[in-house]
């Protein structure tokens, strides 16, 4: 055997791969934070905040580990991890609250663990690429709905039903999604769900400690609810990182026993924990950030959707353009400039829909706002 050939050929294929994404003008690298954050999901500013930073120094010295050394079912589980869920499921009204390392993993094992065989998941086609994880892993027939198409959604589950007397229906939907910063009518969701026998799974990760009473998120008025889920991450507005999974106790007992990323996985940092138990006072201490936040949001409206930008409602402000190559462009020259801004290809948004996605954080002023939105217009023009 020609062992040298085959190292030198050794992952050709994934060479391949690369150059035919680098013709694409798709290929990925990374790149560090540099210049003005318009890109972050770091909303209320709370990553660098003085409160996390003193929470987690109180957290070590009581003694807190930095790490869990195994996963929950054997060693891992801390008393901090247990105070969070306690503390999660009374801040968001829910029976119970189950925190995973991040927001991939709690999407792959809910869908990838809960819906069983013969049952249907109807999810938005814009849903969260963890969710499409979890329909991947899971035994459940899957169902693509047009997005945010409530007459869709009904008609789907009606024509399932008729033929599917005793299955489960799972309707899966981000409350605001991540690239277009529109929210989910989860309202009529909700109706839907109770008329059909279906449990309602929302993502509330962008709106979680930004929108709803308190700052709980878009999803606050399903909370308590038999038959609704949300998922809620702390690694976006909430400043830190993990999820929390909250609804019925049977959803909770059921990942404990049947999730394979929470039985085989090393528990969540026990530090971690207790810094989102200090995250989730501070969005209830502090609406004043939800108001700023709110203000940044009005005034990039007024300077930015002139320019093309999507009036979202929201602190996810799309601007689309259209090519790939373009939009990497009109991004590398915005960062050039000092503005930490990425343009998102295909496969992250639809094929045409290349765009610059403008996050709007509380590390940023009205002042930068006005100069992001000079900036823009020079280069565009």
């Known amino acids: 055997m020609d062992t040298g050939r085959i190292i030198d050929g050794a992952l050709g294929a994934q060479q391949d791969d690369l150059a035919g994404l680098a013709r694409q003008s798709r290929l990925r690298t990374l790149s560090r934070a540099d210049g003005l954050d318009f890109s972050s999901n770091d909303y209320l ?10 929470a987690v120094v109180a957290a070590l010295d009581r003694g807190v580990p930095v790490g869990a050394g195994g996963s929950r079912l054997l060693r891992g589980n801390h008393p901090e991890h247990e105070l969070l869920e306690a503390e999660a499921a009374r801040f968001f009204g829910c029976e119970s609250a189950l925190f995973l390392a991040n927001g991939y993993t709690a999407n792959s ?22 969710a499409h994880e979890g329909m991947r892993l899971s035994r459940a027939e899957r169902v693509s709905v047009p997005h945010n198409d409530i007459d869709a959604f009904a008609d789907a589950l009606a024509r399932w039903r008729a033929t599917n007397p005793r299955g489960t229906a799972w309707i899966a939907v981000e409350t605001l999604y991540s690239m277009d910063g529109d929210r989910a009518p989860i309202h009529a969701l909700a109706d839907l769900a109770d008329r059909y026998g279906a449990i309602l799974l929302a993502d509330d990760a962008h709106a979680t400690g930004v929108f709803g009473k308190g700052g709980r998120g878009l999803a606050d008025t399903i909370d308590g609810r038999p038959n609704a889920i949300v998922l809620r991450t702390c690694g976006k507005a909430l400043g830190s990182e993990g999820a929390l999974l909250c609804g019925p106790r049977v959803m909770r007992d059921h ?34 950030r939800r108001d700023a936040l709110a203000d940044l949001i009005a005034h990039a409206t007024h300077r930015l959707a002139p320019l093309g930008a999507t009036a979202s409602g929201s602190q996810i402000m799309p601007l689309i353009l259209g090519g790939e190559a373009g939009t990497m462009q009109v991004a590398q020259a915005l ?34 706002i006005d100069d992001l939105a000079t900036a823009l217009s020079e280069i565009l023009a």
């Open 109 to 130: 094992a809910l869908l990838g663990t809960l819906p069983q065989r013969g049952d249907a998941i109807f999810h938005d086609e814009l849903v969260h690429a963890s």
């Open 45 to 54: 500013a709370l990553a660098g905040s003085a409160r996390l930073k003193a």
């Open 335 to 368: 960062r050039d400039a000092g503005f930490d801004i990425r343009g998102i290809r295909p496969p992250t948004v639809p094929a045409g829909s290349s765009r610059l996605r403008i996050s709007l954080t509380l590390n940023v002023g009205r002042g930068q």
């Open 255 to 288: 990942l404990v026993n049947r999730g394979r990323s929470v039985i085989f996985s090393t528990a969540p940092s026990p530090l971690i924990a207790a810094c989102v138990r200090e995250a989730l006072k501070i969005v209830a201490e502090e609406p004043e």
